[in-house]
């Protein structure tokens, strides 16, 4: 495995894990900041083992300046790195909508209200506490937390975070394919496809259903 695939795998697991902190925003925060500085630096292990690939300059040109040129989300990719490593962490701001469910009923689930502070603060653990604090016993024993999340950088508007995250992966495996095959050989299996990546797929609903029990696990 060349080192941009090996580097291109990791990238994959960080991807994976941006998508299971998704509902922990401090976690996630880490996980984005660390997939947005990795995820660069597949293209500058590419560049620095530019002597094993032929005619590299005009590889490169063809398969990274031309096709990405124009394409908002790699440079806000680029640019989001160079921000992390120079400035601090990126702007994020998260839409939240929190449903507490207890009976079939639809009319009976209560809705919580959140603060500016909660928003961008709310840990699963804290959203159950609240339920247990403002329900009888009995009733927040058997009830379901349902959370909706969005996350949305500032510097990227109207673009949900992990979506962004997914397309630059997407993308960087499309190059490292290309690359494997212009170099007479495939992209090794330990690098997935976007579609395989399951913790990706199930996050799309941005959605979690949790229940007080699940506290004690």
Not at 139 to 147: A, K, Q
């Amino acid at each position: 495995m060349r080192r941009w695939e090996k580097r291109l795998s990791d990238v994959a697991q960080l991807l994976r894990q941006c998508a299971a902190t998704y509902f922990e925003p401090d976690r996630f925060r880490l996980n984005c900041n660390q997939f947005l500085t990795t995820s660069r630096t597949v293209n500058f292990l590419i560049q620095k083992d530019k002597a094993l690939i032929p005619d590299f300059d005009a590889w490169y040109a063809a398969h990274v300046i031309e096709l990405w040129a124009g394409d908002k989300v790699m440079a806000w990719g680029r640019d989001s790195r160079n921000h992390i490593e120079k400035v601090g962490d990126l702007d994020l701001e998260s839409e939240l909508a929190v449903t507490l469910i207890f009976t079939h009923d639809e009319d009976q689930d209560i809705s919580i209200l959140c603060g500016r502070h909660e928003l961008i603060g709310a840990t699963v653990r804290h959203l159950l506490r609240y339920a247990e604090k403002n329900l009888p016993t009995g009733v927040s024993d058997s009830s379901v937390l349902r959370i909706r999340r969005r996350w949305v950088a500032n510097t990227l508007p109207g673009r949900e975070l992990l979506g962004a995250l997914t397309y630059i992966y997407g993308r960087q495996r499309a190059l490292a394919v290309s690359l494997a095959s212009y170099l007479g050989h495939s992209l090794p299996c330990e690098i997935p496809d976007v579609h395989d990546i399951r913790e990706v797929r199930e996050q799309e609903r941005t959605v979690a259903s949790v229940t007080s029990r699940d506290r004690k696990h």
